[in-house]
């Protein structure tokens, strides 16, 4: 009995993490969880056929984040990161609420480093139209310490610019001076990557924002976060063996693989297009 | 009886036109209708909940353009015309074989005043990566007149650009002349805007591509072939009020009455947000 119970316990650690996207951008958190826990199997799901998610409406964005989760539950994950700022921006709460395996957002672990790092709590946050209008962010680091002053930017050019390749040059040069101009008279010493692209163009971002502003990328934090929830909670896998990993996709998109390969920094097997907006109407 | 069959023509000459894009760039073409047909009923169809379409795989762009096409029909228009230059890339022969209404797509119209205008027969094409991809321009032209020499570049950041209003300045210049750089050495004489976005910036492209090219915008031409295919089956509206407009979003986009008002150069009502993915599942 005993041996059983515990092969039982092996095969239900042994369950893999379930991280989405709107498209690949969550690939930056996913290769940190990577890192952190490479005996974990982890899936990752980029919602390619309806990115990008960041200038749609709340409203939409929740229920593709809510088909989403029900598709990696049925895929028996035993925790969810929403790799995505915007879904994290306006659906975290919903998602805790609705399914019982522990859940993590990008928002929380950016805002808890970013209050860390800053010494005079003046913060800024630069992300998509949706999350900045959320008020997130603001709305989290308040929480954490209701001495921080935040300051918000949208660039939303920012996503095509990566997701097209333009990760240097003048152009990408010229369009962060533009947005981050917004902050030259904040006196922010501290700046949170708020979207899951922008670890891409941080080296830009950085030189453009000076040296004495700090860049946040809460890929890496967010996968802390991973870890000790899930050792916390008896989660994590006992196998030693390295991690599998699948990739779903909502669209077989090419720039997915050719620039997804940039962000992990190896090679994508097992891809798989999958419908998942047919699970919620059924 | 033969006011009644009076009657019953009237209400189906009534019926409206549906124009549908991915999201806002179609308004080009529906206002150039719009201007043409000022008595016809009008219903704009923008998917700007899955918006854009440039980018993502011709599967799945077919897929979208036929859930929306049984929108349309389920709304009893009486013609469709496909105001995106993907979709009518990748679906027009499809959509055409599907239905019985008349269908007109952009490709054709454009390349009919391409060839009329050129006289070197060397003409570039610009447009989303899948258009390009498709070969649909190069086809068409060579079908026109098989002399032509046709030369395409993919320019997928002027969509952004134009959605986020970058519509002049130097940013937008800079991304315009490293993509139309393709054509230095091909010496055209004329370039068709295979992207309905691409008119907001034509005088940009014209500029930047010198005054030895004739710019091709293909909405008033499809507008033109509009009222030609409904004159010749006996299709026009025989009222002479002027027509009803209507507007189907699949999702509350903000971005869509901003920028569509100034497509449009006026003020937008009815508009309705609409779910269609469920119609081919169900």
Redesign the interface.
């Known amino acids: 009995m005993a041996s059983a119970t515990e092969n039982k316990d092996k095969a239900s650690l042994a369950r893999p993490i379930g991280v989405f996207d709107s498209g690949l951008g969550g690939l930056t958190v996913f290769s940190e969880i990577q890192k952190a826990l490479p005996c974990e199997n982890l899936i990752y799901f980029g919602d390619?056929?309806?990115v990008p998610y960041g200038?749609?409406?709340p409203?939409?964005v929740e229920r593709y984040t809510m088909e989403i989760v029900n598709f990696l539950e049925a895929c028996d994950v035993k925790m969810i990161v929403i790799a995505c700022n915007t879904s994290t921006a306006i659906a975290y709460k919903k998602v805790k609420k609705r399914i019982k395996i522990p859940v993590i957002g990008v928002i929380d672990p950016a805002c808890a480093i970013a209050s860390e790092m800053s010494e005079t709590g003046r913060i800024g946050i630069i992300g998509t139209k949706i999350t900045v209008q959320s008020g997130a962010y603001p709305e989290r680091l308040k929480a954490v310490n209701p001495a921080i002053k935040a300051f918000q930017k949208d660039c939303?050019?920012f996503v095509?610019?990566v997701?097209?390749g333009?990760t240097e040059g003048?152009?990408i040069d010229?369009?962060a001076k533009?947005y981050l101009r917004e902050f030259d008279d904040k006196d922010i010493d501290t700046l949170i990557l708020g979207c899951t692209h922008y670890p891409l163009i941080s080296d830009i971002i950085a030189r453009v924002s000076g040296p004495g502003v700090k860049i946040i990328n809460s890929a890496e934090q967010t996968a802390m976060a991973v870890k000790e929830t899930l050792g916390a909670r008896g989660l994590l896998n006992k196998s030693k063996k390295e991690g599998k990993r699948r990739f779903y996709l909502?669209?077989?998109?090419?720039?997915f693989i050719r620039i997804g390969e940039k962000f992990l920094k190896r090679k994508m097997q097992n891809i798989k297009v999958v419908k998942v907006?047919?699970i919620l109407?059924q």
């Open positions: 390619t056929a309806r200038a749609k409406s409203k939409i939303p050019l095509p610019l997701e097209e333009f003048e152009i010229l369009v533009k909502t669209d077989a998109s090419v720039n907006w047919d109407l």
